[in-house]
């Protein structure tokens, strides 16, 4: 399962990303936008959500029978203390076993349906271009599940760059501030629908 990161990847790639994003406490037209940790659902496309569901019934059905078959193998060969097959196969089943809390949690909560009108107000599920701090970004609203592989990059409507915008039309000009202090500015130029 090497598609998936280890905490201490996850925060090194996390280091390797702009300060501005996820970062958003309030926008510029003196509106505040707070942000929850709220468990809201996460929108998703009906493609995304089989994808995800047999990803699930793969890892609880089959997935797990490999790994405890790859667990038992390592077991025989001695000595657990200085056998590294079975570390490996045990860490690999703590990612297997994580994966499937996510895609238990995710998949209960999500919200299917079909992409989002064509009306260029920014919602999830849409294609956002936007200048932040003056860079050209565009960027899929939503969960990083709906894009799969691709090399999109995804914000959640969640995060706080996400819950800024959400709601804004195409020509909003909105601020925020880091929690570092500095204000980044933000304008949206479009929002389409995902047609992934």
Known sequence: MDQYLSPAEL??????????????????????VSTTNSATAAWL??????????????????????????IEAARQEGDLKEN????????????????????TALLRDAHVGE??????????GMIVVAKIAGDEESFLLGSREIAGDSDLDVFSEKSPLGAAIVGHKEGDKLSYTAPNGKVITVEIISAKPYAG
């Open 115 to 124: 992409s989002p009108a064509d009306d260029g107000i920014v919602e999830p």
């Open 45 to 70: 496309t009906q493609e995304a959500f089989d994808r995800l569901k047999a990803e699930l019934d793969h890892l609880s059905g089959p997935g797990r029978a490999e790994i405890v078959q790859k």
């Open 11 to 32: 925060v090194t790639e996390s280091q390797k990303w702009p300060p501005w994003r996820g970062l958003c406490l309030f926008d510029h037209k003196e509106k505040s």
């Open 84 to 103: 590294g097959g079975y570390h490996a196969a045990k860490e690999e089943q703590g990612k297997i076993e994580a994966r499937i809390r996510q895609l």
